[in-house]
Structure formats: structure tokens, C-alpha cells
């Protein structure tokens, strides 16, 4: 090798890899950051959905963290290859629907075809020994790092101490001495850290930034595949399921009802693929209808939309249903009384 | 008359890996319009290009919750 080592650094967003791309960077070693895109992540649209949400900062946070480092990031889109992962993890899932080992060989295995087509030397990551219980233990590990084709291009600068020495620290390009051996959940290692590094302010604590690993929207995600006798799904069903109330009230309709004006105006965005509901007489929701119904369904569902409209109280509430060619049915209707939405129609909380 | 990539209706950071993709293709100097309706890409695109080295030229709303965001690209 004539220049710099390359090495591609996995971006979440979080401060471990922030701190592993920094420390690998401090020694010399040129460094891109590459953030992987599943649809499940916390982050970007969500904030932009929900009206009380809009004070959050508007930003992506591995970009921003790329910005604190001065690196270039890549954001890579992997919907269609995340389910595979998803729907058929070789190691299982963890509390939810989390397939949290699966998911990190596949992440290497991605920044290793990166780093293939990219001329670069190493990957490194923000893995710190111990600190999940299901993916990050001495003996997941190694698996890993066979499991995604690895071989010793795999450094996790934070808990190096701790394991095999890597290509990267073998081939002279890193100092072992320099890297950690941090171990286990305790987050002050990481903290003191940052401080030294002068990067004490940053994006969002490690972990929950996959939907997967919410027990709300691993609910929604299993009543989604159970009604559709498949675990099939694309990006559009991804979003849904992150927005909303989702009520099934019979095994081949759920009604996914909006909570507040954001929600409402984004749902909207979904007329031409989900017929949908929506109140004439009072100010109210916009449903999307999601299954099949005959016409006292159709009823059923309009009462509980009128359920959760202005004219919840009143005796009559006008609803009108708009398919996906714009057609309209017009439609009066009792609203639901609150008790009687049995609690087992709210998939997911 | 740049070359234009419509964003609308895509949640970040679906515009940041679209315009990423269009990008790739054009030489130094090109510029690149996006348009988007996600607040967030406001904030996201102008991110990408400063980590990619390309400049935001300009930002204009259109109404209706429509923006297009100008760039030109960075040397490599």
C-alpha cells in the first residue's frame, strides 16, 4: 500500500461509532463512514410526521456526526435485502422483533462489499464487548466476524484490547495500544471518552434507534404479517406502521386512524393506495382502510372514525369513503361510545 | 438549466440517498436541482453535500410545503 489505510467506518448515528471511527482516524488512518438504511430506523421521517414532534431537530443524525468527524458518510438504501434478515434470521430475535445478530452480520457484510468495490483496507464499528446481551457477548463476536466474511478486516477500537488482534493492528496500520478495552452495559467509559475527544456533545445514546426492538411496533408489524399470511411488506407499510392508531376490529380490516393534524396530512399521502374515511359533518380524523368489508362493516368502521372525530358526543356523524380511483360514498352514522371499543381491536398500544 | 430529481413525498433520508445516486453520475461543476416537500431534507441535503464537499447554491420554497434545493457539485 503506497498512501493512507482506508478504512470504512459504520455510522448509526449513536456515540460508540462516532467514538470508534475517531479513534481510528486519530491515527492516521483515513476514514469514510458508510450508514445503512433498513426503513426500521427511529430517526428522519418520524420527527417530520407528527406535529408535537416538530420542535425536535430536523437532521439526520449520522450525518451529523460525520460533520462532528470532517469524514464524507455514504447512506446506503437496503430495504429490499433487510428482508431477508428480517423475516428469516439465521440466530432468531431478541424481546421484539428485533434480529439484532443477523443484523450485524449483515451490516459488516455490507461494509465489506463496500470496501471491496471501494479500495479500502479495514471496517470498523462502534461494538463494545458485553453491552447486548444477545449480540454483543465473547462469544457472538467471533461468529460474527466468520459469518460476514471478515476475516481480520473487522476492528471495533473500543473493546480491541479485549480480542484477536485484527489485520489493521497486525499490518502496523493501528496501534493496539491506542484502542480500548472497554466491556460491558456501563456507558462511562464511553462518556469520559468523548470528553477526551473533545466530542462530548452528540447525537442520541446507543441502541434505540431500530423500531424493531419497540414492543408497540413489533406488535403491529406481527398483526401486519399474520393478516396477510405472509411476512412480506415494503417500504410503504414500514411507515404506516409508525404512524396512527391501527385498530382491527374483524380478522380482514384494520383501520389505521390519525392521532392529530400531522398525521392526518401524511395518511393523506396514502389516498390513491388505501381507500380511506374521513368526517364531513364534524372536524375529525382521516382513516385509512386497510382489508375488506361488506356494508355493515362499512358501518362499523365509520362509527369508530366518528368515534375519535369532534362529533364523538353528537348523534349523527356524516363520513364520506374515498376509494383509490376517488370515488365517493357518502355515509351517516351513530358514533361508537368509547367503552365499547373492546381494548383487543388497538393493535400495539 | 440543471438537471432536475424529484424528492417530493419521500421521507428523509430517502432524498439525501437519491441525490447521492445523481450525483455519482455528474462531473464537477454540474448542478443538480431537488425537489423536496420532507422539512427534514432541508436540513439533511445541505449536510450531505457539506461532508461530499458540494455546494448548496440555493434553497427556495415553492408553496405548499414544496422546496427545491440547488447544488452544485464539488471537485472530486
Redesign the interface.
Known sequence: MSDRPKAVALISGGLDSMLAARLVQEQGVHVEGLNLYTGFCVEGHTHAIRKKDQAQPKRNNALWVAERLGIPLHIEEVIEEYKEVLTNPRYGYGANLNPCLDCKVFMVRKALEWLEANGFDFVVTGEVLGQRPKSQTRDKLPLLERDSGAEGRLLRPLSAQLLEPTLPERAGWVARERLHAFHGRSRKPQMQLAQELGLETWAQPAGGCCFLTDAHYAARLSDLWQARGSKNYDLDDVMLLKVGRHLRPLAHLKLIIAREAGETHFLQGYRRRYPHLRTTSHGGPVALLDGTWSEPELELAARLVARYSAGRNAERVDLELEDTEGGVQALSVPPMAPEAVPAEWYIGG | MPEQLDCR?L????P??RT?ARVAGLAAGDELEVAVT???A???VP??C????HEVVETHEEGHGAFRIRIRVGGA
Not at chain 2, 421521507?11 to 430517502?14: A, Q
Not at chain 2, 457539506?50 to 464537499?53: C, D, Q, T
Open positions: 413525498h421521507l428523509c433520508p430517502m439525501v440517498i447521492q420532507d422539512p427534514g432541508l436540513e439533511d449536510a450531505w457539506r461532508v461530499h464537499g
